[in-house]
């Protein structure tokens, strides 16, 4: 006779990342497993004692794995309220186990949404159904479910077992919030990325946002403030990589949002400079050293403290001059390691370097907060053709430089 585990858990994950040994510990804590598909068998190959979930239910997964956990089996397991006796007496009239742990995440939908190749086929096969009915189900009975979509939430969990038998309600409100969370941004990015490839005019807009760092402040210092990450395939300047310096504030931030937009309209070697979001300096040259010298000359007192941006690599030589005054930030496509060992002298700048891909112009759209409120447009990618340039000013002269540049057609906005 098979005696049965005093509580049980349902495990159907995508991310894999530490699901063997979190189902070790549940193991060990007399916890039977529940799993499906390729979470099956992984725990079955790394021999951890699993039950199939068509054993559970009493029905094959069917429609290519399209419907497996859509079953009262399963969403009574979960959805019982144990301190509820209508509840328990139906449960026991069906033959309904409760489920006390839902370890879920979700079809990988954003990986495939990356692949600008995907077909539609491909990004509709990777919509998960049966997951979010899992984890919106365990979140909502969280006084009975833990539910755990984060892998990196599996440690503080098994630690509260372990130390009392139980997780708390204030950790099962946590890890609900975190589940209705992840919900929400997976439907987001679904819709966003489904209008977009279909080209359907906007109507209600969900822009799904993960949060990437608190900030140490707001724009004054009793303000709090936040770094979200829009979920979206394309790279941007926040996936900046930190090669350096303290902490970007809420302020640098903007300024450097600001630089970052103005530099990327050059295709020529060019520099900006901003304090304040407003451009005290922009320059192009033959080098990205000239555009430097150009821009600083521009207004050398407003640039101290301010946000550089070049569109060229930053030499040995650039971080000499570079180095001559105070900065906030540098940003820019790559440093050398000369230049490396230069700018790091300076404890608290700031060195970002931007990916490649990040570098394009992106036909994004722009949002400003109001109360109440946000006004959206396009970002203006519009340019203006030297054919259509007229000199207002007295003097007439054009440099040979911009010369060649508009007879090459290389420059065709400032």
């Given at each position: 006779?098979?005696?049965?585990?005093?509580?049980?858990?349902?495990?159907?994950?995508?991310?894999?990342?530490?699901v063997?040994?979190?189902?070790?510990e549940?193991?060990?804590?007399?916890?039977?497993?529940?799993?499906?598909?390729?979470?099956?068998?992984t725990?079955?190959?790394?021999?951890?004692g699993?039950?199939?979930?068509?054993?559970?239910?009493?029905?094959?997964?069917?429609?290519?794995?399209?419907?497996?956990?859509?079953?009262?089996?399963?969403?009574?397991?979960?959805?019982g309220?144990?301190?509820?006796?209508d509840?328990?007496?139906?449960?026991?009239?069906?033959?309904?186990?409760?489920?006390?742990?839902?370890?879920?995440?979700?079809?990988?939908?954003?990986?495939?949404?990356?692949?600008?190749?995907?077909?539609?086929?491909?990004l509709?096969?990777?919509?998960?159904?049966?997951?979010?009915?899992?984890?919106?189900?365990?979140?909502k009975?969280?006084?009975?479910?833990?539910?755990?979509v984060?892998p990196?939430?599996?440690?503080?969990?098994?630690?509260?077992?372990?130390?009392?038998?139980?997780?708390?309600?204030?950790?099962?409100?946590?890890?609900?919030?975190?589940?209705?969370?992840?919900?929400?941004?997976?439907?987001?990015?679904?819709?966003?990325?489904?209008?977009k490839?279909?080209?359907?005019e906007?109507?209600?807009?969900?822009v799904?946002?993960?949060?990437?760092?608190?900030?140490?402040?707001?724009?004054?210092?009793?303000?709090?403030?936040?770094?979200?990450?829009?979920m979206?395939?394309?790279k941007?300047?926040?996936?900046?990589?930190q090669?350096?310096?303290?902490?970007?504030?809420?302020?640098?931030?903007l300024?450097?949002?600001?630089?970052?937009?103005?530099?990327?309209e050059?295709?020529?070697?060019?520099?900006?400079?901003?304090?304040?979001?407003?451009?005290?300096?922009v320059?192009?040259?033959?080098?990205?050293y000239?555009?430097?010298q150009?821009?600083y000359?521009?207004?050398?007192?407003?640039?101290?403290?301010?946000?550089l941006?070049?569109?060229?690599?930053?030499?040995?030589?650039?971080?000499?001059?570079?180095?001559?005054?105070?900065?906030?930030?540098v940003?820019?496509?790559?440093?050398?390691?000369?230049?490396?060992?230069?700018?790091?002298?300076?404890?608290?700048?700031?060195?970002?370097?931007?990916?490649?891909?990040?570098?394009?112009?992106?036909?994004?759209?722009?949002?400003?907060?109001?109360?109440?409120?946000?006004?959206?447009?396009?970002?203006?990618?519009?340019?203006?053709?030297?054919?259509?340039?007229?000199?207002?000013?007295?003097?007439?002269r054009?440099?040979?430089?911009?010369?060649i540049?508009?007879?090459r057609?290389?420059?065709?906005?400032?």
């Amino acid at each position: 006779m098979t005696v049965q585990k005093a509580k049980r858990a349902l495990i159907s994950v995508s991310d894999k990342n530490g699901v063997v040994e979190f189902a070790k510990e549940l193991i060990h804590l007399d916890f039977e497993i529940i799993s499906t598909g390729g979470t099956y068998k992984t725990l079955k190959e790394s021999g951890i004692g699993v039950t199939y979930i068509s054993e559970v239910t009493g029905f094959p997964e069917i429609l290519d794995g399209r419907v497996k956990t859509l079953h009262p089996m399963i969403h009574g397991g979960i959805l019982g309220c144990r301190d509820n006796l209508d509840h328990k007496s139906e449960m026991t009239q069906e033959g309904i186990r409760p489920i006390d742990l839902v370890a879920v995440n979700l079809y990988p939908f954003q990986k495939v949404a990356a692949n600008e190749n995907s077909s539609w086929e491909e990004l509709i096969e990777n919509i998960d159904i049966g997951g979010p009915a899992m984890i919106r189900s365990a979140a909502k009975n969280h006084n009975d479910v833990i539910i755990a979509v984060d892998p990196a939430d599996y440690p503080l969990i098994i630690s509260q077992l372990k130390d009392s038998a139980e997780v708390s309600l204030q950790m099962r409100i946590k890890l609900a919030i975190k589940a209705y969370t992840h919900t929400a941004e997976y439907d987001s990015f679904i819709q966003e990325t489904l209008r977009k490839r279909s080209n359907q005019e906007e109507q209600i807009s969900f822009v799904p946002c993960i949060e990437k760092s608190v900030l140490r402040y707001g724009e004054n210092p009793g303000q709090t403030a936040t770094l979200y990450k829009k979920m979206t395939s394309q790279k941007s300047l926040v996936d900046a990589e930190q090669l350096h310096g303290k902490e970007l504030s809420y302020n640098n931030w903007l300024d450097t949002d600001s630089a970052f937009r103005l530099i990327q309209e050059f295709e020529v070697p060019a520099a900006v400079i901003i304090k304040h979001t407003n451009p005290c300096g922009v320059a192009i040259g033959l080098t990205v050293y000239e555009a430097f010298q150009k821009a600083y000359e521009a207004d050398s007192v407003s640039a101290f403290g301010g946000i550089l941006a070049v569109n060229q690599t930053v030499d040995k030589d650039l971080a000499t001059e570079i180095n001559k005054t105070f900065w906030e930030v540098v940003v820019a496509p790559e440093f050398s390691e000369e230049a490396l060992q230069i700018l790091k002298e300076k404890k608290n700048l700031r060195l970002l370097k931007v990916t490649e891909e990040a570098w394009k112009m992106q036909a994004e759209k722009e949002w400003k907060s109001i109360q109440g409120g946000w006004l959206v447009q396009d970002r203006d990618l519009q340019e203006a053709p030297a054919s259509t340039w007229k000199v207002v000013s007295k003097a007439r002269r054009i440099h040979p430089y911009f010369q060649i540049m508009i007879l090459r057609g290389k420059w065709s906005s400032m």
